[in-house]
């Protein structure tokens, strides 16, 4: 059972335009989600997170964006740079030790 | 350092052996957590360590894993009897608690990992 699903394995965007990461979860206990960045041969870096009492979160050109509801939440980056080039991963966790992850999204900017 | 280590960074090994991993945390941190990253797939939940026990052990693929932690820090992973499946990036993670725990912000702090490859 994937609890957090990231459909889109890979993404390519225009530099200075907006990237738009996505993520479904199943597990409506989760009560906090996180991003993180994996550069290849590099662990994963924490990025931005939020809580499931609020509905956006904003840290620079990085916003998050979480709908209950729907169980979807949202990476934006904007604008987005060639640096930014990476492997995102959307984690749930519930109050708990257990971070569940997705199988991340390719994000690609072209300069 | 002041980041997670983790070594062996690579590992080849022949089919039926046995390897260790080993992860060294964030001084002071008390939560370590193993992931594992197959070709293609994403971060696989393995086992959490609370101090030097492990509450949920229920990642572990099968009994050829192990995984044990010592003094509240210095954690490693055992793999026995190694297959071609089990062929993957082993990540560590610590972290200074739970989320929404003490304000912290539930962040984990990976290690670069160690790649196993199975021949």
């Known amino acids: 059972d994937q609890q957090v699903k990231q459909n889109s394995p890979s993404l390519s965007v225009q530099e200075g335009r907006i990237s738009i990461l996505n993520c479904d979860y199943t597990?409506?206990?989760?009560?906090?989600f996180l991003w993180y960045k994996k550069y290849p041969a590099e662990g994963p870096t924490f990025l931005i997170s939020?809580?499931?009492?609020?509905d956006k979160n904003e840290d620079g050109r990085f916003t998050v964006f979480l709908n209950k509801s729907a169980k979807h939440l949202s990476l934006h980056i904007v604008p987005s740079q060639p640096g930014d080039s990476a492997v995102y991963f959307c984690?749930?966790?519930?109050?708990?030790?257990?971070?569940?992850f997705g199988t991340g999204t390719r994000l690609k900017v072209l300069a | 350092g002041a980041g997670v280590s983790q070594s062996p960074s690579n590992k080849v090994t022949e089919k039926g052996k046995d390897v260790e991993l080993r992860c060294d945390p964030i001084?002071?941190?008390?939560?370590l957590y193993w992931y594992r990253q197959s070709l293609g797939q994403g971060l696989e939940f393995l086992i959490y360590?609370?101090?030097?026990?492990?509450?949920?052990k229920s990642g572990l693929p099968s009994d050829r894993f192990s995984a044990e932690r010592t003094g509240g820090s210095v954690s490693t992973l055992t793999i026995q009897r190694t297959q071609q499946e089990d062929s993957a990036v082993y990540l560590c993670?610590?972290?200074?608690?739970?989320?929404?725990?003490?304000?912290?912000?539930?962040?984990?702090?990976f290690g670069e990992g160690s790649r196993l490859t199975v021949l």
């Open positions: 360590f609370q101090g030097n026990s492990a509450p949920d």
């Open positions: 984690a749930g966790n519930s109050g708990t030790y257990k971070y569940i």
């Open positions: 939020i809580s499931s009492i609020k």
């Open positions: 597990n409506s206990m989760f009560d906090y």
């Open positions: 993670a610590s972290s200074p608690g739970l989320a929404g725990v003490f304000a912290n912000t539930g962040e984990l702090f």
């Open positions: 001084s002071g941190h008390t939560a």
